[in-house]
């Protein structure tokens, strides 16, 4: 059953990277009671821990999503910004976006001379305030902000911001409420700032040194009209990752996932993303080194305010992260 | 024979996260020349010769090559895929392929024919996604014998040409491979103190991984990083010449003071050498070890080869022969010097 | 100050062994504990009252050139060494190698050129150095491949308290932390003097890797984009308005209560700041707060403009605030209980 409850709630929390506070006791306030130790580290990675006497295994999700931050407040009261994560000038153009006090803005444009691009430079955030002292109270350079839009959810499919990565960190807290039998040692790790570069991860990663790391992240698919070519697509199961920018999946690791999808009964496909990367990149390289993997839930739309998943997608990624931290 | 050695390497598949398939090749080889063999988490081979001193010497080549990888089984037999590593497109075109699925599959890249190709379409730029591996099997069978993620390399025999230069692909970094084996074998004949560790290292091409964890693991003292850089062609005349000597490079990310022992020993010695400058990256293992831990002091050794990240790529057995010598006189030259004082600043 | 001397020295990334020697001497003569670690980073260690384990880093290099190949007219083709626009190379004297042979990157006479040429700067790949020789051999007898080249520039006061120099990025950082272990305040910190910022963060990452700091505060020289035809909102810092905080740049996302923590220690002692309001640009900061188990990170920077010239240009107004937050920073971060 999809809990859509909490999805929404994961979806509408502001946390851009960074900035990942408010989504950070959300995420606490859901598992306290279902873990044995809860800590974050001084990047504000979340470690929560099922403690056990054999293998360390280590799941990554990431809490952040990509936002704005305000440069400049000028005197007519309009706001500058450039982006926080991998967001284009292109897409933001009348775009409503929210701030963690609940203000919001709409992303207009400058005149464009001829023949001139559209870039980040060229826009800027009209706030809807006329008095300017109100805008200079309220809006600090420094302020971050996020896409603001309507969580929507079909018989299969739901649409909303910021399924990268709330629906990977949904996955992991469904997963650990029914975490299986088990003497390994897990660590459900939700970690900062992947989308400015997979920082948190790289620290999360060395201070855990766990002997397998599978990090829970979204990836793209190849089944809608944009340019993208994968086999990946909505509905076709857990996606297990064999290579992307980042990383090239451990072999065993990857044999793993697909046996125990096999033994499982658990749907799957196969995925190669020729960009990107996820958690597992820096985590894989730790000290001497991780065998690392990736669950990917295929997502359309990626970094847009209406990123579409399957529902049943989810439910397969949630058995086989279950059957990982048991095996 | 240092010719046979490179060979049998140069014909066998080690593409970038797969080093562990061919396991069996590296050992047989170093082990005569070596006292003990391990690996690292990402796949790094590391052979080690013991000394008698804690001196830790970290030789570095990595063993990986670029490769493709099958994204996708289409309709008449035809494979769409992506590259491991950096690869040029037009690289590509009229070559024949093995495909390593459930067997070796033999297969062919090509392109349209000119009959039916604009001349405004010959002039662009070609793209991975323009082209597709030809198996000739209908799409039932194939998809029994391959997977998406299989690993495809192209299907080059190594070739002597004149005198001393062979042409292969991958030598890039097999001859930086070779290079520790040469090595390995002139330490044998003089004794030595320090410890050598000659680390085949997996995953350079997409990013000097196996540097990175294979450093950390053996911790040495000092690293020396052995690669291949680039040597002239008619096109490119200000570059080290093949032939002339390993090339011996100076920059922010090696240690000059050891850089300037090693051309000391060169010079003293006669080994023949030349010499690049390199101010940023170094696009070597080099990037890896020097900021691993506290820090590991290097020094950047290439063998001039022409026409990089090809299946012709096209080296002189005489400069890695000279390396190999060179290097092991500079561990004996090293072992019997003050190396806390070339060390510090 | 110690900048006119520091800006002085030639400390192209990767050879910074002028600016090194002087610091070395400069922290014998003010009796501070230090050392040398394996890739040359000048660590010192201000003892006293310690909350907090506190790393304060400034970098020694700057950027420069390379000597690449001599060709066989005894031309010296070079690279450059960190980011270089082409454009300011025009018509400049360099110094080559320990022995500083003076040369110039000079330019085809403006008679000589077609229409299209005019206004228009060669790429680096076709500019030389001419250090007044005829042949490989006699060049050869003063240079080799490898020698670092750096801008001959001297340190000039002028203007209404303004300064001209050549590697205000990082000397002024380098300048103030030498200042502040001057000043043996009683708070512990450990003032590292990094190598190879200009060329990947290099000697700032193993530097963190050993200390371990729980609080990095990087001081650096950074960009100022201060001139006519800019609007305000472009210009990233602005010259003379004080200390600039950085909130994101591409290597770091500042922790923003950290941030707004050291602007209030500024506004309670009256010094001047700004922010820096550009996500362009990178610096230790980069390497600090990602190594090991992570660190709290500030960038406070001084403008500069031109920065990565012979002519970077900054205010002394801007210098002294953020000599003078940065005491406050630390005292604050160490203060007892």
Redesign the interface.
């Known amino acids: 059953m999809f809990n859509s409850e909490l999805m929404k709630k994961l979806s509408d929390c502001f946390g851009p990277s960074g900035r990942e506070k408010y989504i950070r006791e959300l995420i606490i306030d859901e598992i306290k009671d279902y873990v044995d130790e809860i800590s974050t580290d001084p990047l504000g990675n979340l470690i929560a821990r099922k403690k056990g006497s054999g293998k360390k295994i280590m799941f990554s999700a990431h809490m952040d999503q990509i936002g704005l931050i305000v440069t400049h407040v000028d005197e007519k009261g309009f706001l500058r910004f450039t982006n926080v994560g991998g967001l284009k000038a292109k897409n933001l153009l009348g775009l409503h976006m929210v701030f963690a006090n609940g203000l919001e803005g709409v992303i207009c444009q400058e005149e464009l001379k001829d023949k001139e691009k559209l870039t980040m430079g060229k826009l800027f955030l009209d706030v809807g305030v006329t008095d300017k002292e109100f805008v200079k109270q309220n809006f600090r350079v420094g302020d971050m902000c996020v896409f603001k839009s309507q969580y929507y959810e079909t018989e299969d499919c739901v649409i909303c911001k910021a399924a990268d990565d709330r629906i990977g960190c949904y996955i992991l807290i469904e997963a650990l409420k029914n975490h299986p039998n088990t003497d390994n040692d897990v660590y459900y790790v939700f970690s900062v700032q992947e989308e400015v570069g997979c920082r948190g991860a790289k620290t999360a990663g060395y201070s855990i040194n766990p002997d397998l790391a599978i990090a829970v992240d979204v990836t793209a698919t190849g089944d809608t009209p944009d340019e993208i070519i994968m086999e990946v697509k909505l509905d076709g199961g857990a996606a297990i990752k064999i290579k992307d920018n980042s990383l090239i999946v451990h072999p065993e690791v990857k044999d793993m996932l697909t046996y125990l999808s096999e033994k499982n009964n658990i749907k799957y496909q196969y995925e190669i993303l020729e960009f990107g990367g996820t958690d597992a990149g820096p985590i894989h390289l730790s000290r001497e080194g991780v065998p690392s993997g990736v669950i990917s839930i295929p997502t359309r739309n990626l970094h847009t305010s209406g990123e579409i998943f399957s529902k049943k997608d989810v439910e397969e990624c949630i058995k086989l992260v279950r059957a990982a931290a048991g095996h | 024979m240092l010719k046979d050695f490179l060979f049998d390497i140069c014909s066998s598949q080690f593409v970038?996260?797969?080093e562990?398939v061919n396991s069996h090749i590296l050992p047989k080889y170093f082990k005569p020349y070596t006292d003990s063999f391990e690996k690292?988490?990402?796949g790094s081979y590391i052979f080690k010769a013991s000394g008698t001193s804690e001196t830790n010497i970290m030789l570095a080549a990595h063993i990986d090559e670029i490769g493709l990888?099958v994204?996708?089984i289409l309709e008449g037999g035809f494979l769409?895929f992506?590259s491991?590593g950096g690869i040029n497109p037009a690289s590509l075109v009229a070559q024949e392929v093995t495909v390593f699925g459930k067997e070796k599959i033999f297969g062919v890249i090509g392109i349209k024919p000119p009959h039916i190709t604009d001349a405004e379409e010959r002039k662009k730029p070609l793209k991975l996604?323009d082209l597709y591996i030809d198996t000739g099997y209908p799409r039932e069978d194939l998809v029994k014998m391959v997977?998406?993620?299989d690993i495809a390399t192209i299907k080059r025999e190594p070739l002597s040409l004149q005198g001393s230069r062979i042409s292969a692909k991958a030598l890039d970094d097999r001859a930086g491979v070779a290079v520790m084996l040469e090595t390995a074998k002139e330490l044998k004949k003089i004794s030595h103190k320090s410890n050598v560790f000659f680390t085949a290292t997996a995953?350079e091409e997409?990013g000097t991984?196996g540097a990175?964890?294979s450093s950390?693991?053996i911790n040495p003292h000092i690293g020396i990083v052995l690669e291949v850089g680039f040597g002239m062609t008619p096109d490119m005349t200000?570059l080290p010449q093949l032939g002339k000597g390993p090339i011996v490079a100076?920059?922010?990310?090696?240690n000059?003071k050891l850089t300037k022992k090693f051309v000391e020993v060169c010079k003293k010695y006669n080994y023949p050498l030349q010499?690049?400058?390199?101010?940023?990256?170094t696009g070597t293992d080099a990037e890896a070890l020097?900021?691993t831990?506290?820090?590991?002091?290097c020094i950047l050794l290439s063998i001039p080869l022409r026409y990089m990240h090809t299946s012709v790529e096209t080296i002189d057995l005489k400069d890695v022969e000279n390396a190999g010598k060179a290097i092991a006189r500079f561990i004996n030259e090293l072992d019997n010097s003050d190396l806390e004082e070339i060390?510090?600043? | 100050m110690f900048l006119k001397e520091l800006t002085e020295l030639s400390g192209v990334s990767g050879y910074e062994y002028e600016v090194r020697n002087y610091i070395k001497n400069k922290l014998k003569e003010i009796d501070c504990e230090y050392y040398i670690d394996k890739l040359g980073n000048v660590i010192a260690h201000n003892k006293g009252r310690k909350n907090k384990t506190i790393m304060v880093a400034a970098h020694m290099d700057e950027v420069g050139l390379i000597v690449r190949q001599i060709d066989s007219k005894g031309l010296i083709k070079f690279e450059a060494v960190g980011g270089i626009d082409q454009r300011v190379l025009n018509s400049k004297v360099v110094l080559v190698g320990d022995n500083k042979i003076p040369g110039v990157i000079g330019s085809k006479a403006v008679h000589l050129m077609s229409k299209e040429e005019r206004g228009k700067s060669l790429p680096i790949d076709k500019l030389y150095i001419d250090i007044g020789t005829d042949s490989k051999e006699e060049t050869e007898k003063l240079v080799s491949i490898g020698d670092y080249v750096s801008f001959k520039s001297d340190y000039v006061e002028f203007g209404d308290n303004m300064i001209k120099g050549k590697a205000l990025d990082d000397r002024v950082g380098c300048s103030i932390l030498l200042e502040l272990l001057s000043m043996k305040l009683d708070a512990d910190f450990y003032g590292v003097f990094t190598v190879m910022e200009e060329v990947g963060l290099r000697g700032a990452e193993t530097a963190a890797y050993q200390l371990e700091p729980d609080l990095g505060i990087v001081l650096e020289g950074t960009v100022s984009a201060d001139m006519p035809e800019v609007e305000d909102y472009d210009k990233t810092t602005i010259i003379g308005k004080g200390a600039a905080l950085s909130i994101m740049d591409n290597a770091t996302v500042y922790d923003i209560d950290v941030v707004r923590e050291v602007a209030k220690i500024a506004e309670d002692n009256n010094i001047q700041y700004q922010y820096r309001t550009s996500g362009a640009g990178g610096n230790d900061a980069g390497a600090i707060h990602k190594t090991k188990k992570g660190a709290k990170v500030v960038s406070i920077s001084i403008p500069c403009r031109y920065i990565h010239s012979s002519v970077s240009v900054a205010s002394k107004n801007d210098y002294e605030n953020v000599l003078r937050l940065t005491k406050e920073v630390i005292l604050e971060n160490q203060k007892g209980d």
């Open positions: 970038s996260g797969f562990h690292d988490k990402l990888m994204t996708e769409s992506t491991v996604k997977k998406v993620g995953q997409t991984r990175k964890t950390y693991k200000d100076f920059g922010g990310r090696l000059a010499y690049e400058a390199v101010p940023g990256r020097q900021i831990r506290e820090g590991i002091p060390l510090c600043f």
